[in-house]
């Protein structure tokens, strides 16, 4: 092994030092590099990317600052299989995760990063996790051997010298340790030592398995920290909504994967809601704490944006788009012949020459997609033009409403507010999203996924859900729940609401009921608005549409509450007996 800076150069911490250099003499680099987020820095790194490979330029004219990145085929997703909670006992992982023992995992891992960087670079990517001098914000430290992870980091988190300050010379950072191997699937890790805040993660160069800043960190790792400290760390975006009379509010949504998360987050008001203004706080990842009048107040703990890039479009998020005009990396999207980019649903037809994401020339007739299905673009959020200016704001911002959805063909109504905290706390625990589009009439198959946080949750869900209730007891002020479905069908398989923009007049309705205490009608699972309630100002939806779509079928939701016993029955004796208490209430009123 070559020499190496002294640590002391560039850290006063005794405990981050000593860190570097036992995972320098496990992995064996040739060299190591402390990252201090400096222009010069991302300049000489992102050069060194390109001759490499690593990254491919693209026009910059077309898009100043922009670079694409090519992943190997068999690494372009998370892989919960191989997502490992490795706490010092299987109940403490709970039945909805993988359970890896500590002392096996260290040594399984230990095996695989021995030498591992050989021949590489060791990058050391000190980070804060939140807005610099919030009392929410977290250290973090990463090692890597992938300069696309140091590139994407100084994108998502405030990287660099920063988070070295912030530290000065305590040791109370999220240790993390990643190593892309030689992305063999077979010797692909990611394992999270919740005690130790700690996270090893080998064999992949994904964003989701590798920016461990984010799933890892910011969701799995944190919820521990949460559970142990009296906050939340949650799978929600954050998102102000100003009312013509200038006053703004504060929504926090959970919603899984492919349900419009990120288009909520960056919403643009539809024309008929005049003086209506949408902010973004955050796109994915929200940090709870309790405030001094007794909320909720929420930070979002990310500096970027990391979203998938199919489907996004000038009609479905224009905010997206135009925070992708510059400064972004894009990850296994379609190269133009010009040297631009392309996706499936970006709205504008393929062009002639497309270079497809494995780097191959691509013709329609061939069936393939351009783009793979999980292509992403990695931005900064000072690029939005919605980007709220409490984004950056040390103390978060207070949440009104905590909004839970997923993608249902039938049974859940457009909006559908919970009676009190503990039946929100139901609603989010049962909420379910279809895994497959639903056949005409039919339901497609509905995924449980308790806030959003099934595959994020970084100990048992059980107590997870106590947790919850723990916080409501202690919250004096505490926000309104609702749960939303902009997915409904009719009978022919139509969408019976039109979503993206529109979907405000269901947030301006929570609003209403927060605020100005605006109807609804109580129905057994939950207060709807009345037709009349919704705000539908040039908005043409035919009555019958709009009943079907805020419609409860109580054979529907018997269906529903027999599904959601089979995961309580799943969760077992972790489950708060305050939530089955409900769940029998739900299905007695049925009846």
Not at 175 to 184: M, V
Not at 519 to 546: C, F, K, M, S
């Amino acid at each position: 092994m070559t020499s190496h800076p002294a640590a002391d150069a560039f850290t006063k911490s005794r405990a981050l030092a000593n860190w570097v250099a036992e995972c320098a003499r496990l992995t064996q680099p040739d060299r190591i590099v402390w990252c201090d987020g400096s222009e010069d820095e991302r300049r000489r790194l992102t050069d060194e990317a390109v001759a490499a490979g690593v990254l491919i330029p693209l026009d910059h004219e077309k898009r100043p600052g922009c670079y694409l990145h090519r992943s190997n085929p068999n690494d372009v997703a998370r892989t919960e299989e191989v997502t490992f909670i490795c706490s010092p006992t299987k109940a403490a992982a709970g039945v909805t995760n993988n359970w890896m023992a500590p002392d096996e995992a260290y040594a399984k891992l230990g095996a695989l990063l021995k030498g591992s960087m050989a021949g590489r670079t060791l990058y050391v990517i000190p980070y804060v996790m939140g807005p610099l001098g919030s009392p929410f914000a977290k250290v973090g430290v990463e090692i890597t051997d992938s300069v696309y992870v140091v590139l994407s980091m100084r994108i998502m988190t405030r990287m660099g010298r920063a988070a070295l300050e912030m530290l000065g010379d305590a040791d109370d950072f999220n240790r993390g340790l990643h190593c892309t191997l030689d992305l063999d699937p077979s010797k692909r890790f990611i394992c999270h030592f919740p005690q130790d805040n700690t996270i090893w993660s080998v064999g992949s160069g994904y964003g989701g398995n590798a920016l461990l800043s984010k799933k890892c960190f910011a969701l799995r790792i944190a919820s521990c920290l949460g559970r142990d400290e009296g906050w939340l760390a949650e799978h929600m975006l954050i998102v102000g909504l100003q009312s013509p009379a200038g006053e703004t509010r504060y929504i926090a949504a959970a919603f899984p994967s492919a349900c419009g998360k990120t288009n909520l987050a960056m919403l643009t008001p539809p024309p008929a809601l005049k003086g209506w203004k949408v902010f973004t706080i955050g796109d994915d990842i929200a940090w709870l704490r309790i405030g001094p009048d007794g909320g909720l107040w929420a930070i979002n703990p990310e500096f970027g944006y990391f979203g998938v890039a199919p489907g996004t479009s000038m009609k479905s998020n224009p905010n997206a788009m135009l925070t992708v005009e510059r400064d972004a990396l894009f990850t296994n999207v379609a190269m133009t012949a010009d040297g631009d980019i392309w996706w499936e649903g970006m709205d504008v037809p393929a062009p002639a020459g497309l270079i497809d994401w494995r780097g191959r020339p691509w013709e329609a007739k061939s069936g393939d997609k351009a783009a793979h299905p999980n292509s992403r673009f990695t931005a900064p959020m000072g690029n939005n033009p919605a980007l709220s200016p409490h984004a950056n704001d040390p103390r978060g911002v207070p949440i009104s409403a905590i909004v839970f959805g997923g993608r249902r063909a039938t049974t859940m109504p457009l909006v559908l507010e919970s009676f009190d905290w503990t039946h929100g706390v139901f609603m989010g625990a049962t909420m379910g999203s279809e895994t497959t589009a639903a056949a005409a009439g039919k339901v497609g198959v509905v995924r449980r996924d308790p806030m959003a946080m099934l595959p994020f949750c970084g100990y048992n869900v059980g107590d997870y859900l106590g947790h919850w209730l723990e916080i409501g007891k202690r919250l004096t002020n505490p926000p309104r729940i609702f749960m939303v479905n902009w997915f409904r069908k009719d009978a022919e398989g139509n969408f019976l609401w039109p979503g993206y923009g529109e979907n405000l007049r269901a947030l301006k309705w929570m609003l209403d009921r927060i605020h100005s205490g605006a109807d609804g009608d109580r129905t057994p699972v939950g207060t709807t608005p009345q037709a009349g309630d919704l705000d539908l100002a040039g908005l043409e939806i035919a009555p019958d549409q709009l009943r079907q779509a805020l419609a409860v079928d109580a054979a529907e939701w018997r269906v529903e509450v027999a599904s959601a016993g089979e995961l309580f029955d799943k969760i077992g004796a972790a489950l708060p007996q305050a939530l089955r208490e409900k769940h029998r209430e739900l299905a007695a009123a049925l009846k």
